[in-house]
């Protein structure tokens, strides 16, 4: 079945270490978004790529860096991981961006816990 | 605030009962969505409404649109204890590509 798989499912890690997670997707949309969702909260939009453009968002801290290698893989880098950045972390794919009316489509979320 | 609200933010009803939410915003929308998040979990896509349109069904899922009141609702009819969830909604605006989610809503549908 087509979609979207994000691993590790559970990612622990120190205060200061980076930690990279990953998204994969077999769906060929060429949007990818990366969420953060801290507990009981809404999801906030960090960034996403169209095909090979990446769009930040304002208020993304810059410890926060992505990379698309490819249409089906993006990554989540945390460059010093602090303990504000526990969350789940929410990759999600569209055909074209939202705006175009088109669906999101998430994988399950990667939980953070930083030590 | 940006976000959408939704309405209330906690519901408990018993099985077989509908279940009612509602969503206000603030701006004018290209289109609205309503996702489902079991606890733990990704983000399941539901219905999509655009700005044009009053009202959608899916399944036991109804949603409708008022633009002019600026919110929503999702009625979900003869609920099970599997939609136990949090319900969100969320839009695009204007030009933009973001999709601005609300704060969500926990649904308890108790056996």
């Known amino acids: 079945d087509a979609m979207v798989i994000q691993n590790p499912r559970y990612q622990v890690t120190q205060f200061g270490k980076p930690v990279t997670l990953s998204c994969s997707q077999t769906l060929n949309h060429n949007v990818m978004y990366w969420y953060q969702q801290k507990s009981s909260q809404a999801p906030k939009l960090l960034f996403h790529?169209?095909?090979?453009?990446?769009?930040n968002e304002a208020d993304t801290p810059d410890n926060f860096q992505s990379r698309r290698p490819n249409t089906s893989f993006c990554f989540l880098d945390i460059r010093s991981p602090g303990l504000g950045d526990a969350a789940m972390y929410l990759c999600a794919t569209s055909r074209a961006p939202s705006g175009t009316k088109d669906t999101q489509y998430f994988g399950p979320g990667t939980r953070l816990t930083v030590l | 605030s940006q976000q959408g609200e939704e309405d209330p933010q906690a519901l408990s009803i018993q099985e077989g009962e509908n279940a009612t939410m509602n969503c206000s915003y603030k701006?004018?929308?290209?289109?609205l969505q309503w996702y489902r998040q079991n606890s733990g979990r990704g983000l399941v896509h539901l219905i999509l409404i655009r700005s044009n349109e009053r009202e959608k069904h899916s399944g036991r899922l109804r949603v409708t649109l008022d633009t002019s009141k600026k919110s929503s609702s999702l009625l979900i009819t003869a609920s099970r204890a599997a939609d136990t969830a949090s319900y969100f909604c969320a839009r695009t605006q204007g030009g933009s590509e973001k999709l601005v989610f609300g704060k969500g809503m926990k649904l308890t549908v108790n056996p």
């Open positions: 790529y169209y095909d090979k453009d990446f769009n």
């Open positions: 701006t004018s929308i290209n289109n």
